[in-house]
Structure formats: C-alpha cells, structure tokens
C-alpha cells in the first residue's frame, strides 16, 4: 500500500537587497490553505529599496481620521482642521480691501456713491457691501470676470436707481430687497441689458405695469439675464433664461 505525500508549498521572502529566497517550506492540504499561508508571508515582507518610494507614496496618499502629520512636520488634529487653515488663508477679497485700491478721484466717487444708497436707509456697512458687489469688487459668482473691481460712478448709481424707481416702479423697502438680493443691479448696462430684458419679458412672457414690477421684486435676477442657451448649456446660469 502506498501513502501519497500532501504537497509542499514555499514561501518566498524578499530581503534587503531585492534578492528572492526560500524561508520555509510547510505541508498544505489544500489549495485555500495554500493562499493563507502566502498573504501572511507577503504581508511581512518588507519593501527593497527600490520599492520603498512606492510604499512612502500610498502612506502619505492613504489619510487617516486621527492626528496628521504634513511633509512639512506640521501636525493638525484633524482633516476638517486642514480644510478650515487653508480657508482661512485663501485671501478672499472684502469690502475693506475696496478703498486701498482707489486713486483719489475714485474714492470720491465711492464716496458720493454711498452717500445715494444710504439716503434709501440702507445702513453705511450694508450699502458699502452692495456697492463693492455691484461692480465686481467681491466674488465673481454673477460677473464670471466681466466686470472685476470696476470703480463705480455717481451717475451709473443714480441713473440705475433712477430706472428702477421710476420706470420699473420699485420703491421704498421693495427696492432695498432688490439690491440686497441682487447688488449687481448696480453695475448692468441700462442701454445694452436693462431695458432690452424689460421689452424681452413684456413681448414674450406678456409681464408689464404691476405684474412686471412684481415679478423683479420677487426675482431681481432676471434683470441680468443675458444669455439663452436653447438646449446647449454654455456653463452661464446665473445668466441664462432657460435656467432661470
């Protein structure tokens, strides 16, 4: 009677200078036990050289939950603390940013500005906020770049209020709603966008008198429509019809 011998599995170890070597051999009686017995001997297989930027690589690409250490040494307690320092540091503009940038004569019209939003009672800080938004000076979220830190003028301010008040019939607190939702109101073209939207929303949505009036105030947006993408979205919502 012969006895068959169960077959012998090795176990290769990779040592310091990358060389491949037999470390131990060991009866296995089936091949599941075969592919235990592997993963353990390349789970403690440490890396060459050659291989230890790789390893370095997916350790530093490879985050944990609890305290980080950057390549600098520096050590925050966690990923959301990150997030939070890199914001904080991004140098988004603001409104104090304004007034340096300003030659003599712009000041003065920022000034005469401001004295014609605050007679509407918009307080001094509210009415500094819709004025640098109007023209650009903060955030790019309407503009895209088409107008960047653009110094207002007095007649631009007073002839927009002007229009909105007297042919568009927005007053009092109504109006303060409109410029507070949508500063930007300040800085369109009253000859290129204001008033073609006006005659686009009279002719094709049939909007005039107190229907239209009512319309801007619960939407002023619409006032800087300028693009209608029909289908083929060009990346503008904040001024497309369609998405409007």
């Known amino acids: 009677m012969m006895i068959r011998a169960p077959p012998v599995t090795s176990c290769m170890v990779r040592g ?9 051999t060991r ?32 350790r530093v690409t490879s985050v944990p939950r609890g305290p980080v250490v950057s390549a600098l040494g520096s050590v925050s307690s966690t990923r959301h603390r990150i997030v939070a320092r890199s914001a904080s540091s ?11 940038a300003l030659s003599a004569e712009e000041l003065e019209e920022w000034e005469k500005c401001l004295v014609a ?5 918009l307080p001094h800080e509210e009415a500094e906020r819709i004025l640098a938004k109007g023209f650009g000076w903060l955030g790019q979220g309407y503009w895209r770049s088409e107008k960047v830190n653009e110094p207002p003028t007095l007649e631009h301010v007073t002839a927009k209020l002007a229009y909105l008040q007297d042919d568009l019939g927005i007053q009092g607190a109504d109006l303060i709603s409109v410029l507070k939702k949508f500063p930007e109101t300040l800085g369109l ?7 073609p939207n006006m ?16 319309a801007l105030i619960r939407k ?12 083929t979205c060009q990346g503008l919502c ?7």
Not at 30 to 55: G, I, K, M, Q
């Open 16 to 24: 310091n200078s990358g060389s491949v070597a037999a470390h131990a």
């Open 27 to 58: 009866p296995t009686m089936h091949s599941s036990a075969t592919s235990r017995v592997s993963t353990r001997c390349n789970a403690r297989t440490p890396p060459s050289r050659a291989d230890d930027s790789v390893y370095a690589t997916s």
């Open 90 to 100: 991004s140098g988004l503009p603001t409104v104090e940013d304004v007034r340096p």
């Open 117 to 121: 939003l605050e007679g509407l009672d």
């Open 189 to 195: 073209s009253l000859e290129d966008l204001l008033k």
């Open 199 to 214: 005659q686009r929303l009279e002719k094709e949505w049939f909007m005039k008198g107190a229907i239209l009036t009512k």
């Open 220 to 231: 002023p947006q619409t006032m800087g429509l300028s693009v209608d993408c029909e289908g």
């Open 238 to 244: 904040s001024k497309c019809w369609a998405a409007n």
